[in-house]
Structure formats: C-alpha cells, structure tokens
C-alpha cells in the first residue's frame, strides 16, 4: 500500500503559476512511475504528465503544449508539477498517481493502481 499526499493549489490568475508537491509514502518509491492527473466539474479524468521511475522519461499531454514540468526528488519521496502560464481551463482537481508497472505514456487513469486525494486549482480569467 502506498500513500499519497497532494499540496500546493490554489487560487491564482490567468497567466500565473502554481507548483504542486506530492508525498509518497513508502520504501519502494523509486521504482514507481508518477503521474498527474485532473478533473474538473462535469468531466473524465484525464492525464496531465507522468515521469518514469528512473526520472529519464517523461509524458505530457498535448495540452499542456511545454508549460507544465514534471520532476521527483526520490529523496524526498516527492513527485511535482510546476504549472506556468495557466488558463481558465486548467481549472481542476489535480490528482497524483503511482504504479509499479505503468508505462509512463499511457493515458487511462485506470492503469494507475494508487491515488492522493487531489488539491483544487483554480484560474480565474
């Protein structure tokens, strides 16, 4: 079992950014791949970036078109994404996800087996 804690939300406007920190409990955490997930009101859950265990591959949907950074810090145990440049439509719950096995570019948030509880971002425009 492995848990995960997001931080880091927030209010903020059109234009701005936000970076969002994941804690991961665990001893294995290194050999996890992460994930960022959101999901606003009304909609699917949908992938924003994961990173490979090793930190030397990583995926990013074509949204988010190079304003989003994904990194982790395995001494940390943490996993974050740095979010410039955000619009209204960035507007979500975000979601940190890991798994064993998962390649880092697949989409399905299904294939991810552990979850945080999310933080709220929200943009104002």
């Known amino acids: 079992q492995v848990q995960l804690v997001e931080s880091g939300g927030g209010l903020v406007q059109a234009g701005g950014s936000l970076r969002l920190s994941c804690a991961a409990s665990?001893?294995?955490?290194?050999?996890?791949?992460m994930g960022w997930f959101r999901q606003a009101p009304g909609k699917e859950r949908e992938i924003v970036a994961a990173i490979s265990w090793s930190g030397s591959a990583t995926y990013y949907a074509d949204f988010v078109k190079g304003r989003f950074t994904i990194s982790r810090d395995d001494s940390k145990n943490t996993v974050y994404l740095q979010m410039n440049s955000l619009k209204a439509e960035d507007t979500a719950v975000y979601y940190c996800a890991a798994d064993r096995t998962v390649v880092a570019g697949t989409r399905s948030p299904s294939a991810y087996d552990y979850w945080g509880q999310g933080t709220q971002v929200t943009v104002s425009s």
């Open positions: 665990g001893r294995t955490f290194s050999s996890y791949v």
